[in-house]
């Protein structure tokens, strides 16, 4: 199935020839900007369908026009250019609009995830300087604590109905007021341009801002969707794969996409199918989940037939036969774009694919020195184009200068290269944790649970699981005759903790494997893995479910 770089099919499900997955970006660079973007979609097709969901719709025109009014509604509350402002929404057409909206009128997007709370949530409004927030009214509550803290001025947005919120200096404003403004003119945009603060997970601190520009956006989003085609993205838009592999890649083609407000297995096909879907995006969790439910006779009774799957299932061929579909991939990461794809009728686990015409990759030892064919090390990237990755970590120069050591970006992954230039990937150089497409910083885990007065030390670790990527297992020393059951410690991380970071495995021990030096044998306690004495939420009947 890995013989080349070519498009092939299942059964007979046809591939969409106008999708080129190879080829580079080949829009002008000072063209890369999100007003260009839209711009030109206004003026080539102002009256196609751009977004909707199953509430709304809206076309290219309808789409600009109201963004112009909401960027016109952020300009009145103050609003200047290269300002951070943080975005705690749901899925739907709003965050969009939101979205845009404060790009177009030169601010800095700040997702954030829905399920952060406490000392997660706090980091992110801290580190990202955000002193403009657009929040969904269910939400607000999480903040309370947070706004009496910060000694500045806040113009919080809400949208929907909430009770109005403490906020000690500032203002409180309605999202719907916003599209009350006359159309304004939006700001000149260069590539360059910082177009949003992303926060990524790593193991030996707080997750930490990636600073991202207009043409690394436009580079992030990969050319896998046809132009006539539309897709459905059931990923939260606060995530890269939601907004930039959903909803961007859409817009720069001219497409459409259809934002579902969640994934729901039991319904997920029927839901593309009634918005007339060709196309989508799904997790490896999410195609695992598709996978385990009952076959049926009507499992081909749908409009998909393209779909971008991140990581690939095992059984994806299976998958492919079973639903009619055909499947590509995307290797990428956040701070690096998307730089490796596989074309559709070609993804198969670990196959990270072909490198892009506008990348080059290297596989390096730790000393970067480049490895032979067919050996593991670093994965580590260079864009042939300006400003196509990350421009740095935002107030982290240290940690910057780290990840472009020697000029290349390091990607923190392990794969290996054969001798027809296809890139493998193998594992994850660090103790990163990825759970059901959320990143999970290490660190953020054991901080939370090293502050239970029960907890002398911890350290959290990635499992296997079933259901693709990993579980967390977290291994605790007590503090001497600490009375303290892994029931209890659930429930107190429960409430501290977003949901997929509360751990799956809970482990007493005596003491922590070290090294000579004194530092925590990690490796030691990941290959271990799920041991006998690991005690199991799941087993022991404690769900913990996504807030809605």
């Known amino acids: 199935m890995l013989d080349g770089p070519k498009r092939q099919t299942w059964g007979d499900v046809p591939i969409a020839e106008s999708v080129d997955l190879m080829t580079a970006d080949t829009t002008p660079v000072l063209q890369r900007t999100l007003r260009d973007v839209l711009e030109k979609a206004v003026k080539d097709r102002s009256d196609q369908p751009a977004i909707l969901s199953p509430d709304e719709s809206y076309t290219y025109g309808q789409l600009y026009g109201d963004c112009l009014r909401i960027g016109n509604g952020f300009r009145g509350l103050g609003l200047h250019r290269h300002e951070p402002v943080l975005l705690m929404l749901d899925n739907h057409c709003d965050f969009v609009r939101a979205w845009i909206a404060l790009n177009l009128f030169g601010g800095v997007e700040v997702p954030v995830n829905t399920a952060y709370k406490g000392a997660v ?19 607000l509550e999480r903040f309370e604590d947070i706004f009496r803290q910060l000694d500045a001025e806040l113009r919080v947005v809400v949208r929907g109905d909430s ?12 999202f719907e007021e916003l599209a009350d403004h006359d159309e304004g003119s939006p700001v000149a945009l260069a590539p360059w341009d910082p177009m949003g603060i992303l926060y990524t997970s790593g193991t030996t601190g707080p997750a930490k801002g990636v600073v991202a520009s207009h043409a690394y956006a436009h580079s992030f989003a990969p050319n896998y969707i046809a132009a006539s085609g539309r897709i459905a993205t059931a990923l939260p838009l606060f995530h890269i794969g939601g907004q930039w592999t959903g909803v961007y890649a859409a817009l720069r083609v001219g497409g459409s996409v259809a934002i579902l407000p969640g994934f729901h297995a039991s319904t997920f096909w029927q839901e593309a199918t009634s918005l007339e879907c060709t196309q989508t995006l799904l997790v490896g969790a999410m195609a695992r989940f598709l996978m385990n439910s009952p076959a049926a006779p009507d499992d081909r009774s749908h409009s998909v037939r393209h779909i971008n799957m991140c990581p690939v299932i095992s059984d994806v061929a299976e998958f492919a ?21 596989t074309p559709y009728g070609l993804a198969a686990p670990q196959f990270a694919g072909w490198i892009r015409e506008d990348f080059e990759a290297r596989i390096t030892d730790e000393n970067d020195i480049e490895l032979p064919v067919g050996q593991v090390g670093e994965i580590v990237l260079r864009a042939r184009d300006p400003w196509a990755v990350m421009s ?65 030390a911890s350290v959290a670790v990635a499992v296997k699981s079933e259901n693709t990527e990993d579980d967390i297992k977290v291994v605790v020393v007590l503090h001497e005759n600490a009375p303290l059951r892994p029931e209890d410690l659930t429930t107190y991380l429960i409430d501290r903790l977003p949901y997929f970071m509360v751990p799956r495995y809970i482990e007493f021990v005596d003491e922590l494997p070290r090294t000579p030096t004194e530092k925590i044998r990690r490796d030691q306690l990941r290959r271990t893995g799920v041991s006998s004495t690991s005690w199991d939420r799941v087993a022991a009947g404690i769900e913990v479910k996504r807030p809605r």
């Open 121 to 139: 949530l706090e980091h992110l409004v801290r580190d990202s300087g955000a002193r403009m927030l657009v929040v969904e009214a269910k939400y």
């Open 163 to 174: 009770a109005t919120p403490t906020v000690t200096r500032g203002s409180i404003t309605n």
């Open 321 to 341: 036969e079973r639903f009619g579909v055909s499947v590509c991939a995307t290797y990428g990461l956040t701070e690096g774009s998307t730089p490796m794809l």
């Open 392 to 456: 740095e970590y935002h107030g982290l120069p240290d940690k910057s200068a780290d990840a472009f050591r020697n000029l290349w970006l390091h990607t923190g992954d392990l794969g290996y290269r054969d001798d027809q230039g296809r890139y493998f990937f193998v594992d994850r150089k660090d103790d990163a944790i990825r759970v059901r497409g959320e990143n999970v910083s290490s660190y953020e885990v054991e901080s939370v649970v090293d502050a239970h007065p029960d907890v002398s």
